[in-house]
């Protein structure tokens, strides 16, 4: 395939209308659900005791409400039971060339395993992103994270692999040391998470280096929202390096499943790699487009590990025909993720989602991406304290009405008041791949800890 001059990677695919896409994920989906009835013990026996088989998918309505729902408890459970990977796998030890895990940032590590057509497959999701931003195959990709079991990441070098492109390793390195590579190897592309690129950027100011001046001509980011979900970290990240800053939306045992679109306000979903559709997460039927409900995702990039009607947890506001504004017909994601069904706490009697409370924080002016939402248990009631570490340049006069207007931007949108404390600029922790910014006190772990602490 020649990709000279295009706009797209793949620009036949990327274009496709509704009914055609629509009918290329039928015929994928029927070939999944017969390769998962005939390589899989574990989907065998979970369709049999629903009462389902392959033959009774005639139609993507027919997918979406027969195919029982598989969800990722469901695989750590076998992975608990049968090490290393479960029931789940459809391939033998000699086909599977790479192991993964995911983050673990929700519970335990879920294993991945991956064959090599899985790896070409979820690599090529990164590139659709990053053609329509611009980068080409003679770009080079600095990649500030290091190289451990974390699948996120990996599957970027994949793309890159895929893309033809050069890959300049930082694992292993100091963020001092991030700096100087930049400077010295003059990559054109930086991979990291978002908030990692905002450490960079600080590390950079504190050595007296301005990166807007590298020869970083773009930023590339996933593991938490990024440029695509809010435009103040968009913000931050263009000027910082001077550069044009894209995000996708990967969810690790699945694929990189949505590339950024190049308007930066959303996501697309990768369709040559996943179906997906929107599920209401307490009915399980399936919403309108542009109501905010969970992302169930079928995905085509894994043959080792099938993920089939997989909840994802994911609560997005999506669209099958996209409103974005740009010649791709993918589904968008509109605002990336916007919480998590799984995650939900009451307070003062409100439903509060932490991901639409950190979104909300993110776009405070002055905020830094370094705040953490404190989760503990008063009586039966839960309790939500938000500790905000204020941007350098923010004078100490500033801090008490930017904590201010985090409470009311919180109590406008969400509907509670919640407590806000600050903290000094520089005191809160820095990670190289997920920002930590929930600290739940309530689990049992985090009790005994302090119970230790206190006793020392």
């Given amino acids: 395939m020649s990709h000279s001059g295009a706009e797209h990677w793949n620009q036949w695919a990327e274009t496709l209308n509704r009914e055609e896409l629509d009918a290329l994920h039928l015929r994928r989906l029927k070939r999944v659900l017969d390769y998962a009835w005939a390589r899989s013990a574990f989907y065998r026996q979970h369709w049999q005791r629903a009462g389902f088989h392959p033959d009774m998918v005639q139609s993507l309505d027919d997918f979406k409400h027969r195919v029982p729902l598989t969800d990722k408890q469901d695989f750590l459970q076998m992975q608990e039971d049968f090490p290393p990977y479960g029931p789940t796998v459809a391939v033998g030890a000699a086909d599977i060339s790479h192991h993964a895990e995911t983050s673990g940032s929700t519970g335990l590590p879920l294993r991945i395993p991956f064959t090599d057509y899985d790896t070409e497959r979820y690599g090529e999701s990164w590139i659709y992103g990053w053609w329509v931003l611009g980068i080409r195959p003679h770009d080079s990709f600095y990649f500030a994270f290091n190289w451990g079991n974390y699948a996120g990441f990996w599957s970027a070098y994949w793309g890159v692999r ?39 950027l600080e590390a950079a100011r504190e050595m007296g280096i301005d990166l807007s001046a590298s020869s970083l001509r773009f930023t590339y980011h ?34 990189a499943v949505a590339p950024g679109c190049r308007l930066r306000h959303g996501v697309h979903m990768s369709e040559m790699s996943n179906f997906s559709w929107s599920m209401d997460p ?23 590990q099938p993920l089939i009607n997989y909840r994802t947890h994911d609560l997005v506001r999506a669209y099958n025909r996209p409103p974005c504004g740009c010649d791709m017909t993918w589904r968008y994601l509109d605002g990336v993720v916007l919480g998590r069904s799984d995650y939900m706490v009451t307070v003062k009697g409100t439903n509060v989602y932490p991901a639409a409370v950190e979104n909300l924080i993110s776009d405070v002016p002055g905020v830094s991406p370094y705040f953490q939402l404190i989760l503990s248990r008063e009586g039966s009631f839960d309790e939500l304290l938000i500790r905000l570490e204020p ?11 930017i904590a201010e207007e985090v409470v009311r931007r919180i109590k406008d949108v969400v509907g509670v008041r919640l407590r806000a404390e600050v903290a000094a600029p520089g005191s809160l922790p820095r990670h190289d791949l997920k920002a930590e910014r929930i600290v739940d006190l309530r689990r049992d772990e985090f009790r005994r800890e302090l119970d230790r602490q206190g006793g020392q």
């Fill in 391 to 401: 941007d350098s340049h923010i004078s100490s006069q500033e801090w008490d009405g």
């Fill in 222 to 255: 996933a593991g938490e929202p990024g440029p695509c979900s809010l435009a103040s970290v968009r913000r931050k990240l263009d000027e910082g390096f001077g550069a044009i800053s894209g995000e996708l939306l990967g969810i690790a045992e699945v694929d």
């Fill in 282 to 304: 307490r009915s399980h039927e399936e919403v309108a487009d542009g109501v905010i409900a969970e992302n169930v995702v079928t995905t085509y990039a894994n043959s080792a």
């Fill in 162 to 200: 895929r893309l033809g492109a050069t890959v300049y390793s930082g694992g292993g390195q100091t963020t001092e040391q991030h700096v100087r590579n930049i400077l010295g190897l003059k990559p054109t592309v930086l991979i990291s998470t978002p908030s990692y690129a905002l450490r960079i």
